[in-house]
């Protein structure tokens, strides 16, 4: 039987850890096409964790709106060619700056984004199609050892702390 998410990230219900989150699923319109995304029900993580929404995208340097991106081979490309990797790795390093410094026990981040991606990411093509990997925050993030949970596993998260304390 799978760990519960809840043993997996070693979550203490009792401590008031902190959480990074991509400020786009609590409903900030930050995403390139000048909107969010947000998923109801997420922001009851406040009821268990201090909150620190990020936009790597906005936060490295780019404008909202800005023109879609996605990740080819070891640079990040928007439709129109310009290579933005220099802005996507600036909002990767500020993202785990302030997990260091804020001593973050995971982030929350939004799937397929080439920012945010934790098992999904679009194939470089702008076709829509989306493959196995990571966004760039999310790898920097992992590599230096901090949890990284997809917003679908943050709702299981939230439920299974609500239902301890059934
Ligand atoms: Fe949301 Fe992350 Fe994209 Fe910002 S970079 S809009 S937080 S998915």
Redesign the pocket.
């Known amino acids: 039987m799978s760990l519960k998410l809840i043993e997996r990230l070693a979550i203490n219900k009792n401590r008031r850890d902190k959480v990074l989150i991509?400020?786009?699923l609590l409903g900030e319109s930050?995403?390139y096409d000048g909107k969010s995304?947000k998923v109801e029900g997420i922001e009851k993580l406040l009821n268990y964790f201090d909150l620190i929404p990020?936009?790597?995208?906005?936060m490295g340097g780019l404008k909202t709106p800005r023109d879609p991106s996605e990740i080819k081979g070891l640079m990040v490309i928007t439709k129109k060619g310009k290579n933005v990797t220099e802005e996507y790795n600036n909002g990767a390093y500020l993202a785990s700056t302030i997990a260091h410094i804020k001593h973050v026990k995971l982030a929350v981040?939004?799937e397929n984004?080439p920012?945010?991606g934790v098992y999904k990411i679009h194939d470089g093509s702008f076709t829509n199609k989306l493959i196995s990997g990571e966004g760039i925050t999310t790898k920097r993030l992992k590599k230096e050892n901090i949890p990284v949970i997809n917003e679908e596993e943050a709702l299981e998260l939230l439920k299974e702390l609500q239902d301890e304390n059934i």
């Open positions: 991509s400020a786009c930050c995403r995304k990020i936009c790597p995208e906005v981040l939004k984004s920012s945010c």
